[in-house]
């Protein structure tokens, strides 16, 4: 039972870490089509930022610092590189996919290729005894942050005007613009939103692993990824659910199979949604017949 | 006349490297030591091999349209089940690399009927490409983990010696270099050989139809999911061959070519050079793999390591100056190098009968790269315009 | 003249699509852009709101206009109601209106929910759930709630069943009392019925200007400019005139539209043989 309590809720510590990356991920490629690749990057300069001010800061201050870091890394990137390239949407790809090798480079080049460890503040570092088990305290706070960004992206795309702007422009961004609305605004904000995120999931992924390591972004992107194409682009909730989904699965299957076995595993399941999606029709005949 | 040269380049360029082991020349900053010395050729032939690799991944980048982010897969099958081959199931060489081989067909037929069938579905066209991009990326990245999580079979980070004994003597050792250029040159020209072919046959302009607009492609009565998914089987196939042959020159089989960063250089030497090009994939191979070495030298000269830090740390990583060259060339050389020398010829636009007045410029390279307003990518998707017409 | 346009050019994917227009559209009343399928009538209609490449001057309220961007153009008072309509499927109708307030002009709901009372009973509702003719209501109440100088209708009945067609034609015929309009339109007895001033485009460039009344009068030239293509404008019952507002059903109600959206109604005959 113990063992059962430990893996769910790390799981979901690993699922709320995606969440955090796959929800940026696909509010960017939902409103502006364009898949970012140097959201990893983004993960990895939060990271980077927390672990410099952890130790010398209050750790909300560093969480802080890592949240403004991606956010203005993010808009820094969408205004100067991105908007210029927006008829060229292959090659926004391209950018981002410069940008994601290069940045990680250069964080590699200033701070050494090796993990640094993050020391999290005591109020973290602990366990939390909950039905027998001792569940490290950053599980909650992961699953916590998790659930609050949720709750807000939720909110904010159903009561502001910026959320009916993004959701109007995820549907045909060319008729929002024909309605007077500057839709350029809506995705620097958006690219913003999806960099702090990002640099959330740095700050809070370096806890969760202890430390900090300049390709660490980039190998959390993959399941990112995984987790977007599986959820669906621009569906806030679907994604949440398949981060869950994913970050479980892995937990389990790492522990009763074989570890290493839970990333492949994630990599099964989005095989599995993607065949099923392929064969919609059928498996839903199939479901009807069943019922 | 301007075809008989168009015939005669790459007999020109073939001659040259055909001559390249027998050329004492020197070229400083390039090559440490003599063109014909084991140093200088294990790098040339590192650039052939990535040139052939280059033009394989073109062959989905550039003329089909296909974003993949999983080549690196394939390249590492070819390596590592070749010498697994060699060294568990003791196999020679030639029996382990068509093993290799047909290993990469099989993969490359089953992901690639799962990615390619999986996109389609996904919704508008434009989560197509990208759909495909992630799932390629996410089953490359399972093969990733594969190896690094079993170190047994596959050596994990340190990867797998190569099985010299199963090996020609010919491609063992320094002296035998040279050898290990042959194999490379001989790659390219297969690799060439084929893309080059079939993209002048038939197939290559069906291939053309489909990236042009895969829905048009369809009513003509072409059926894209089965040229894509043969072209992600070559593509899938001479990567892997591409595999053996990295795993003969670098003498090892290493979790490098397992990576997403090997995909994505390939991507780099692809966009730097010119996608859906001829000799844009070879040109970018061959100057991405001098770059990446030549820049590993710059970065640990004593010239660098004089510098302030501000100049020092990008110098001294290759791929942030990688990075920013490529963004770089996206930006101010869409069409990459290969495309540079019509673009300076062709700044004006030709002249057209029926335009007149100050009519929009013909070109659309010169349409590029003014800003666009964003509802033109909406107004000007090819069926709204073929239904406008 | 609210709208001026002079030798516009588009090139969209290496077609020379609209090949110097140039015409201009009266501060009052409805101005007529006519032609066959393909000479480059919604290209137009783009270009002037800047959401295709275009070259050429367009001055709209005597400034020039083309140098800005779409939001900008709209921003200086056009409304817009673009062929298939582009409502916005998965929002509800009023986060559809809400999108379309803009700042610094009045909204005019109460105009919006007097022309279309369906709209209110169905506030709630997304979009995407209603029959087409609704959805072209939205779209057309998109363009009133602002005060524009001018609104921009492009085939306003493409799709929609001939009673429904009948309502479309009286709202806008409501609202051409209000604003000038610039309108797209393939039926040439609505077209008869709105617009004042014609403008014929061929093969992306101006073939005719004139009174709607004097081309349609002509059978010739009609054919010559429009091809045969009569047949859907005569296929319209013709238009009665609105009752006097104040009774309890609004002559102007959808209610009875049944259509599932997009999609041409079988004439009544066929339908009432049906089992």
């Known amino acids: ?291 | 006349m301007k075809r008989h040269v168009k015939n005669l380049i790459p007999v020109a360029v073939l001659a040259v490297l055909l001559s390249l082991p027998y050329s004492t020349l020197r070229i400083p900053g390039v090559f440490d030591g003599a063109v014909n010395t084991p140093g200088s050729l294990q790098l040339l032939a590192l650039c052939l091999l990535f040139a052939g690799l280059a033009i394989g991944y073109d062959l989905l980048f550039g003329r089909l349209g296909l974003m993949s982010f999983g080549h690196a897969l394939y390249v590492a099958l070819g390596a590592y089940s070749a010498e697994l081959a060699m060294k568990n199931l003791h196999l020679p060489l030639v029996l382990a690399a068509l093993l290799a081989t047909a290993i990469g067909a099989a993969v490359s037929t089953l992901l690639g009927a799962v990615s390619l069938k999986g996109v389609g579905k996904l919704g508008t066209e434009n989560l197509g490409t990208v759909g495909f991009a992630m799932v390629t990326l996410a089953f490359a990245q399972a093969g990733s983990i594969l190896v690094g999580r079993d170190p047994k079979t596959t050596g994990g980070e340190e990867g797998l010696p190569l099985s010299t004994e199963k090996v020609p003597a010919a491609f063992v050792g320094v002296v035998n270099t040279v050898n290990l250029y042959w194999l490379a040159l001989a790659y390219l020209v297969l690799v060439c050989a084929v893309v080059w072919w079939l993209t002048d046959s038939r197939v290559g302009r069906a291939w053309q139809a489909i990236r042009d607009n895969e829905r048009r492609a369809e009513v003509l009565g072409l059926n894209p999911f089965r040229y894509q998914l043969g072209a992600f089987v070559l593509a899938g196939t001479l990567g892997a061959v591409g595999g053996v042959v990295h795993l003969l020159v670098t003498a090892g089989a290493t979790p490098e070519t397992t990576t997403t960063d090997f995909t994505l250089a390939l991507l780099v030497m692809v966009v730097l050079g010119g996608s859906g090009t001829r000799w844009g994939p070879v040109l970018g191979g061959v100057l991405y793999t001098l770059l990446d070495h030549r820049l590993g030298a710059v970065a640990t000269s004593d010239s660098v390591a004089g510098l302030p830090a501000v100049l020092r740390v990008p110098l001294s990583q290759p791929l942030v100056l990688l990075g920013v060259l490529f963004v770089l060339v996206v930006y101010a050389v869409p069409g990459g190098l290969a495309a540079l020398p019509s673009r300076l010829r062709g700044r004006r636009p030709p002249t057209r009968p029926g335009l007149r007045g100050r009519g929009p410029r013909g070109q659309r390279g010169e349409q590029h790269r003014l800003g666009v307003v964003e509802g033109e990518a909406h107004g000007a998707h090819p069926d709204r315009v073929a239904s406008e017409l | 003249m609210i709208l001026e346009l002079d030798d516009v050019h588009v090139t969209l994917g290496g077609s020379h699509i609209l090949q110097g227009v140039s015409f201009s559209v009266a501060p009052i009343g409805v101005t007529a852009l006519l032609g066959r399928n393909g000479v480059g009538k919604t290209t137009t209609v783009k270009a002037i709101l800047g959401l295709v490449r275009r070259t050429g001057r367009i001055d709209f309220g005597g400034d020039p206009v083309h140098r800005l961007r779409t939001h900008e153009i709209v921003r200086r008072g056009i409304g817009y109601a673009p062929e298939d309509r582009c409502v916005f499927a998965k929002l509800t109708v009023t986060e559809n209106l809400a999108l379309a307030e803009r700042r610094g002009s009045a909204h005019a709901y109460d105009l919006v929910y007097e022309l279309f009372p369906e709209l209110k009973a169905r506030s709630a509702q997304a979009v995407g759930t209603l029959s087409g003719g609704q959805q072209q209501m939205v779209a057309i109440a998109r363009t009133l709630l602002n005060d524009n100088r001018l609104i921009v209708v492009d085939e306003p009945t493409k799709g929609l069943a001939p009673k429904v067609v009948t309502e479309v034609a009286e709202v806008l015929e409501r609202a051409a009392e209000r604003v000038p309009m610039l309108l797209v339109e393939q039926n040439l007895a609505l077209v008869r019925r709105l617009a004042g001033d014609g403008v014929v485009l061929a093969a992306g460039q101006v073939v005719h200007r004139g009174p709607v009344r004097e081309l349609l009068a002509d059978a010739a030239l009609t054919r010559e400019l429009l091809g045969v293509g009569q047949a859907r404008g005569e296929s319209v019952t013709p238009p009665t005139r609105p009752a006097p507002s104040g009774g309890s059903i609004h002559p102007l109600a959808i209610v009875k539209d049944r259509q599932p959206p997009d999609e041409v109604s079988p004439p009544e005959s066929t339908r009432s043989d049906a089992p």
């Open chain 1, 1 to 291: 039972m113990s063992t059962l309590v430990l893996l769910t809720l790390t799981g979901l510590g690993l699922g709320a870490l995606y969440f955090l990356i796959a929800s940026g991920l696909s509010l960017i490629f939902g409103l502006m089509d364009v898949l970012n690749f140097a959201h990893g990057a983004l993960v990895t300069a939060g990271a980077y930022a927390a672990w410099r001010l952890t130790g010398h800061l209050p750790f909300a201050v560093a969480i802080a610092a890592a949240i403004a870091t991606g956010a203005a890394l993010a808009a820094l990137i969408e205004t100067v590189l991105i908007r210029p390239l927006y008829s060229r949407p292959k090659d926004q790809i391209l950018v981002t996919v410069g940008l994601g090798l290069a940045l990680p480079a250069l964080v590699q080049g200033i701070w050494g290729a090796d993990a640094r460890q993050l020391q999290a503040p005591k109020q973290l570092a602990g366990t939390v005894s909950l039905l027998g088990a001792r569940v490290p305290t950053d599980r909650f706070v992961l699953i916590a942050a998790a659930i609050v960004v949720l709750a807000a992206l939720k909110l904010f795309l159903s009561r502001t005007r910026y959320g009916l702007v993004v959701r109007a422009g995820v549907e045909d961004r060319a008729m929002v613009t024909a309605l007077g609305i500057d839709v350029r605004k809506a995705f620097t904000l958006v690219f913003a939103i999806g960099g702090a995120l990002a640099g959330l999931a740095g700050a809070l992924g370096g806890v969760y692993f202890g430390s900090v390591s300049p390709d660490q972004g980039t190998s959390l992107l993959v399941f990112g990824f995984v987790v977007v194409v599986i959820g669906g682009m621009g569906r806030t909730d679907g994604v949440a659910l398949a981060a869950a989904a994913v970050g479980l699965i892995q937990q389990f299957t790492n522990y009763y199979a074989a570890s290493g076995l839970g990333d492949f595993a994630a990599v099964a399941i989005l095989a599995v949604v993607l065949l099923a999606r392929g064969n919609r029709d059928g498996v839903r005949r199939l479901i009807r017949r069943a019922a």
